[in-house]
């Protein structure tokens, strides 16, 4: 049965609600403040009823909204119903700005009470189902790729979105930003799962290779070609051929691979056959594409085909914890790697890690951490380390109470998050009561949902 906490000093009105209630709900009745978060706290009701004028003052209103708002403290969901005085709809109306559901007035109409309580448990129902489902779809990782925050969150909706399709794709992002690993995920998610992932880097082949390199060529179609040869597009028939840089991409080229886009169909270095291949193109870049089409060192038509769809990968300092949860990834699997498990990061690291700018993005981070695995002397990784006490030096100096909450706020984030937010668990584990547990929440500001 849904639980329904019951909030009121009046005895009467108590049991009154009793009578009317009683059959559907399972109720718990309480005639102050203090037993009333007790109460909440307890048994985590569906809704609360609470009356505004409660003890000691039970003609003002300040009690009630105390009560309020320590109850939305603990749930930010939570289901409040205020019931006021007659004349004190004023108050009721300041109630439901501050976060209540809903507000009735005394004298209750209990057909009118019956009405909202159901109104309110379906969309508290509603929620929680939304809550649990949130949980499942929301992993802190996507084909590998770890991120939790937000901005990664909508990378990995928008590749849930797009891979499906055929569209060609077009990643921008910083160097190191995962661009790569991107592409391997529309790879992945696409109906072209099965068939091959070709990657080159259209930097890295000398520019009278690359033509051959990417169409193939006919035997002797220029010197070197003792034997016709496949290009990449055609070994990545059925499957995606993600090229690299694209911005490097020599003009003759650029022309041959727009036809390409435009028919499916191209033909071999010093051949005349037309040849298909239905590879998928996704392309990536860390340069401004829009710019050097502008200026025509690209050409703009196949700038457009390329860019149906653009994927923007955000630099690794827009991602918020995501640079710790990272790290300490790393930090396991090179420990791992290394022979040297069990390592840690020192508090003051974790915080030179999140001010850092982080230039190269990911592979950065990978490669500080690794560095640091093979220096580090004992279970602490320091910022020496990782070569980051520059960093550090320049961060304001923290108090004794800011180091603290830092601790504090990884270690009940780390909790919360072995287990999947589940409050009990973690306090069990953090050696600490659940109120105990909800109150270090709050005060740290952590959300169950995001951590
Ligand atoms: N979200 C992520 N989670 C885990 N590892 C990641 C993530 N993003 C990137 N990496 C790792 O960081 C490194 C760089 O990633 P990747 O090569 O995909 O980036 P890139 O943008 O293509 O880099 P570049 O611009 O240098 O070509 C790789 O070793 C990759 O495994
Ligand atoms: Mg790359």
């Given at each position: 049965m849904t639980r329904l906490l019951i909030v009121d000093d009046d005895e009467d009105i108590c049991t009154q609600m009793k009578w009317a209630l009683g059959r559907d709900y399972e109720l718990l009745t309480v005639g102050d403040g203090a037993d009333a978060l007790a109460a909440f706290t307890a048994v985590r009701p569906t809704v609360t009823l609470l009356d505004l004028g409660l003890p000691p003052r039970p003609h003002e209103p300040e009690e009630g909204l105390a009560v309020l708002s320590a109850i939305l403290a603990l749930d930010l969901l939570a289901k409040v119903i205020v019931v006021s005085g007659q004349n004190d709809k004023q108050n009721a109306i300041r109630a439901v700005g501050a976060g209540a559901y809903d507000f009735l007035c005394k004298p209750i109409d209990m057909d009118e009470l019956r009405l909202v309580l159901q109104r309110c448990v379906y969309v508290a129902e509603l929620e929680q189902e939304y809550r649990a489902l949130q949980h499942t779809v929301r992993a802190d990782s996507f084909e590998d790729m770890l991120g939790a925050s937000p901005p990664m969150q909508a990378v990995f909706d928008f590749i849930r979105k797009v891979a499906p399709t055929s569209a060609p794709v077009l990643i921008l992002g910083e160097s190191g930003t995962g661009k790569e690993m991107v592409a391997q995920a529309l790879h992945l998610r696409s109906q072209h799962a099965g068939g091959p992932f070709v990657a080159i880097n259209c930097n890295s082949i000398p520019e009278n290779l690359l033509e051959s390199e990417l169409f193939g060529h006919e035997k002797g179609a220029f010197t070197d070609a003792h034997t016709q040869r496949k290009g990449h597009?055609?070994?990545?028939?059925?499957?995606?051929?993600?090229?690299?840089?694209?911005?490097?991409?020599?003009?003759?080229?650029?022309?041959?691979?727009?036809?390409?886009?435009?028919?499916?169909?191209?033909?071999?270095?010093?051949?005349?056959?037309?040849?298909?291949?239905?590879?998928?193109?996704?392309?990536?870049?860390?340069?401004n594409l829009q710019e050097s089409a502008a200026s025509g060192k690209f050409r703009e038509d196949l700038y457009f085909r390329l860019a149906v769809v653009v994927l923007k990968v955000p630099p690794l300092r827009e991602r918020g914890d995501d640079i710790l949860m990272l790290a300490k990834a790393f930090l396991h699997n090179y420990g791992g790697e290394h022979?040297?498990?069990?390592?840690?990061?020192?508090?003051?690291?974790?915080?030179?890690?999140?001010?850092?700018?982080?230039?190269?993005?990911?592979?950065?981070?990978?490669?500080?951490?690794?560095?640091?695995?093979?220096?580090?002397?004992?279970?602490?990784?320091?910022?020496?380390?990782?070569?980051?006490?520059?960093?550090?030096?320049?961060?304001?100096?923290?108090?004794?109470?800011?180091?603290?909450?830092?601790?504090?706020?990884?270690?009940?984030?780390?909790?919360?998050?072995?287990?999947?937010?589940?409050?009990?668990?973690?306090?069990?584990?953090?050696?600490?009561?659940?109120?105990?547990?909800?109150?270090?929440?709050?005060?740290?500001?952590?959300?169950?949902?995001?951590?």
């Open positions: 597009i055609e070994t990545a028939a059925g499957g995606t051929l993600f090229l690299d840089e694209i911005g490097e991409l020599p003009v003759p080229v650029q022309v041959k691979l727009l036809r390409f886009l435009q028919e499916k169909c191209f033909q071999r270095v010093g051949g005349r056959q037309e040849i298909q291949s239905d590879a998928r193109i996704v392309a990536a870049t860390n340069r022979a040297k498990p069990g390592l840690t990061f020192a508090p003051d690291v974790l915080r030179a890690l999140t001010a850092y700018r982080w230039p190269g993005n990911v592979r950065e981070l990978q490669n500080r951490v690794r560095r640091a695995v093979i220096m580090a002397d004992g279970k602490r990784v320091t910022a020496q380390d990782l070569e980051m006490t520059d960093t550090l030096s320049i961060l304001p100096p923290q108090t004794l109470k800011e180091a603290r909450e830092t601790v504090e706020r990884e270690m009940v984030k780390e909790a919360l998050r072995r287990h999947m937010g589940k409050v009990t668990a973690a306090a069990l584990e953090l050696g600490v009561s659940r109120p105990t547990l909800y109150e270090l929440m709050e005060k740290l500001g952590i959300v169950r949902e995001s951590s």
